[in-house]
């Protein structure tokens, strides 16, 4: 196979989980834009969490949220738990790896906040153990996943929401997870400033 035929196979891949995702996750990605635009309407924040290239999607949403996304408005309380890295080494040393983002969240989320997790492995302990600890301080989850949910899916609540992309592929599920990001920003701005 030439380089330019994997280039175009990684483009044809991308663009049929971008189908499949908008064929399955349109109706779910709509709701998750309603519930954290209630959340932000009732005074309360979002806070978001997710390893490696998956955390740079929870920092993609609270810098969209907390400066802009496409246009010039107010800023909105999103706070990344993945962005301290002082915080984090000192929990992982100190304590555990599996703790970085439950020990935040048990400091700075409040009742009727949301977690919003990102995870393409859908098998990270600090991930699962956020979302027992949002549970435990009834704190919502919108879950952003792939493959087969993995451990992160039997966590999730009746009323949390899974957005799980329709693919095995990490890189897809990541690309996927920014594309509904961007999508969540501006069904946002869209509702609470027209």
Known sequence: MSLQDRIINHFSD??????DAM??????????????VTTLLNDKKILTCG????????QLLSSAMLNQFERDRPSLPVIALTTDTATITAIANDYNFDDIFAKQLRALGQSGDILMVYTDGNNSANIAKAITTAHDKDISVIALTGNNGGMIAPLLHETDIEIRVPSSSNARIQEIHVLITHCLCDLIDHQLFG
């Open 23 to 36: 064929t399955y996750l349109c109706e779910l990605i709509e709701y998750a834009s309603q519930r954290l």
């Open 14 to 19: 991308s663009i049929q989980t971008q189908q």
């Open 51 to 58: 390893n490696g290239r998956s955390a740079t999607c929870a």
